[in-house]
């Protein structure tokens, strides 16, 4: 921890650094952020996690002239601790909450953000990350926990489309994999994705669905059209997406205000059946 509080001096005042030691002291990671710069520590209490961390600052490493993701400021990594130093992004997110849903963007500027997560794959890699996305196995799974909280004509649906949900996918590429709207910011007219944690290889549209089905409440998919890409396979991944998440939040009743959880399970309700009708 000494040279992980070391290089924090240089960007950080005293007190900043004695709070996030203490906190790691309980948890497995903590940030920190001033105007200029951001900072993610993370100790190694769970392997994959760690891992996760040690996989993003090789991906800055790897592109510090990609204009769509932060600039690494300095980093350190050692076999207890991890440390990611980046330069503060002058811009907001498009939330400040994951399920906001409405990220009230101007249909111009969210096609321009969806054209922008096309790109994602373009970045560039030294590493191998898991391959091992199954269609198949992750429809199986969600749906298995869901199916409680869907219609039955909404699961007899799902099972008269079985053969086409599980379709292995036309392409699989790098993707962010959490494109939630509190990890992308706009700084003027750029467009910046954070938290990379979550890379891996995945269906080539997976990335956009997950963008398009979180940053609008009501048909979420409405410009795909526009977007020249294949329609079915954001299907496939709508689809797919909406069972975790139903699932995600049945997982949450008797921990959180029950009111809350049926609002949002009901949100993915309309959004499944919102897709399917398209399939």
């Known amino acids: 921890m000494n040279e992980i509080i070391s290089i924090l001096r240089k960007y950080f005042n005293e007190k900043d650094i004695i709070k996030i030691g203490k906190t790691l002291e309980k948890n497995q990671r903590d940030n920190i952020i001033n105007d200029k710069y951001f900072a993610k520590v993370g100790k190694n209490s769970d392997k994959l996690f760690f891992n996760n961390l040690v996989k993003e600052i090789k991906l800055y490493e790897n592109n510090q002239d990609n204009v769509i993701i932060p600039k690494l400021v300095d980093s350190f990594i050692s076999n207890e601790y991890c440390l990611i130093v980046l330069e503060k992004i002058n811009g907001k997110t498009l939330s400040t909450q994951r399920n906001d849903y409405n990220t009230h963007l101007s249909h111009d500027k969210r096609l321009s953000i969806a054209k922008s997560v096309l790109n994602i794959k373009n970045i560039k890699l030294n590493y191998d990350l898991d391959n091992d996305y199954n269609r198949k196995e992750k429809l199986d799974k969600y749906l298995e926990k869901a199916k409680k909280f869907i219609s039955k004509n909404t699961y007899l649906k799902i099972t008269s489309l079985y053969g086409v949900l599980i379709?292995?996918?036309?392409?699989?590429v790098m993707a962010h994999g959490d494109l939630i709207p509190t990890n992308i910011i706009l700084d003027k007219n750029e467009v910046k994705f954070i938290d990379w944690e979550y890379?891996?290889?995945?269906?080539?549209?997976?990335?956009?669905?997950?963008?398009?089905?979180?940053?609008?409440?009501?048909?979420?998919?409405?410009?795909?059209?526009?977007?020249?890409?294949?329609?079915?396979?954001?299907?496939?991944d709508g689809v797919i997406l909406s069972l975790k998440e139903i699932q995600n939040w049945a997982k949450l009743y008797g921990i959180i205000d029950d009111n809350i959880v049926n609002n949002n399970i009901k949100r993915w309700r309309i959004e499944l059946n919102n897709i399917l009708n398209k399939l």
């Open 167 to 172: 379709k292995k996918p036309k392409k699989i």
């Open 199 to 236: 890379i891996s290889y995945m269906p080539e549209l997976y990335d956009l669905t997950y963008f398009l089905m979180f940053s609008k409440v009501n048909h979420s998919l409405d410009i795909l059209n526009e977007l020249n890409v294949d329609n079915e396979e954001v299907y496939i």
